[in-house]
């Protein structure tokens, strides 16, 4: 309960946090279990809130999928979870594309490829990352 009172975990992450300080796996599982069945563990809502706090720091849904199967969500909730943001993932690449390199565009081909792979480490998809340094953009 500690754990879960400071912020949301799924299901994975808080077996590995419990089996790490030292409970035993039948402990473990069962505690988890009735945390579960409490509705005080939710791996929805985990990742609804994973997602929300990834995308205020600017990340893509590529990165952000990648980090909660890290996490050990399943890929149905991750996807349930993306669809249901309903965001503007295009508009979302742009807003960090300024937000660290300034209004204006790429000038050059170096300049372009240095803000592409910045775009596609933060795990926006290529149509994302193109909307972004494109000349379509300025809105």
Do not use: C
């Not at 409970?23 to 409490?38: I, K, N, S, W, Y």
């Not at 720091?57 to 990648?66: A, E, N, Y």
């Amino acid at each position: 309960m500690d754990y879960l009172a400071r912020r949301e975990y799924g299901q994975t992450e808080l077996k590995k946090k419990l089996s790490g300080a030292g409970f035993t796996r039948e402990a473990t599982e069962r505690a988890v279990d009735q945390l579960t069945a409490d509705n005080l563990q939710d791996d929805h809502r985990f990742a609804e809130s994973f997602m929300q706090s990834r995308i205020s720091k600017g990340k893509g849904p590529l990165r952000i999928q990648l980090e909660l199967s890290q996490r050990g969500i399943d890929s149905g909730t991750i996807s349930t979870v993306l669809e249901m943001a309903d965001l503007d993932w295009a508009a979302l690449a742009r807003q960090v594309r300024r937000k660290r390199f300034g209004p204006g565009l790429p000038t050059d081909f170096a300049e372009k490829a240095r803000q592409i792979r910045f775009l596609q480490y933060r795990g926006f998809e290529p149509e994302q990352v193109q909307a972004a340094v494109g000349r379509d953009d300025e809105q």
